[in-house]
């Protein structure tokens, strides 16, 4: 069973801090990552995408990929309260033969404090 | 672009009845997907779909049947409506990259 692997959080930083939101993954195959964030009551959003290891910015957001370590890392610089929310990692997977095909963890409670 | 779209927005259904959830997306993706999301889980496939006239099962399918005659419209169809199928479910399309856009999603409780 190939599994993505979230702490559940509640993940709580105060309003100008760096929130470390964590994955790890199971399939050694997976050779894209993404972030999607997701309001309450909203459908997912998907906020960054990382496909090679290292580290990719995009504004506030940052992903690091470790494929040797099987691990996944999104950083948001100077959370502000607009950034509470979960946030899903999600790994793809050969699942009947697509390589489109998702696993999604169950995702991380963000909480950014005023 | 409207992107992915799903009707209705909200669902209440008896036990037994049966319903069908419309997806469709206007990005001529051949890509589409049906997941459920049970509160404090993550997102579960039941099916998924590599193009028209082809349609394959995820991880979660019974209960559940799909089609797809056309690259826009994905349906999936609950025939007999059982309380475990209370979820919210999304539907979703993937991009060149493998970006996966969802829909708004529908919420169906089953009393």
């Known amino acids: 069973q190939k599994e993505v692997e979230q702490n559940s959080g509640p993940l709580s930083v105060p309003e100008g801090a760096i929130a470390s939101l964590n994955c790890t993954y199971s399939?050694?195959?997976?050779?894209?990552f993404f972030w999607y964030r997701q309001y309450s009551g909203k459908s997912p959003e998907l906020i960054m995408s990382?496909?090679?290891?290292g580290d990719k910015e995009d504004g506030r957001f940052t992903a690091q990929l470790n494929k040797a370590s099987q691990y996944v890392s999104l950083l948001i610089r100077d959370s502000q309260p607009s950034d509470s929310a979960t946030y899903l990692c999600a790994v793809n997977s050969e699942y009947g033969g697509s390589q489109g095909n998702l696993i999604f963890g169950k995702g991380t409670k963000l909480s950014v404090k005023p | 672009n409207a992107g992915v779209t799903q009707t209705p927005k909200f669902r209440i259904l008896k036990i037994g009845q049966s319903m069908t959830l419309q997806c469709t997306q206007d990005m001529n993706h051949n890509y589409m997907y049906w997941y459920r999301q049970d509160p404090g889980m993550g997102l579960k496939l039941i099916y998924y779909s590599v193009g028209a006239g082809i349609t394959d099962k995820g991880e979660v399918p019974n209960g559940y049947n799909v089609s797809r005659s056309t690259t826009e419209d994905f349906p999936l169809r609950l025939e007999l409506a059982a309380p475990s199928q209370t979820s919210v479910y999304f539907c979703a399309s993937i991009g060149q990259a493998y970006e996966q856009y969802f829909g708004p999603g529908t919420r169906l409780t089953v009393t």
């Open positions: 990382i496909y090679s290891n």
């Open positions: 399939d050694r195959g997976s050779q894209s």
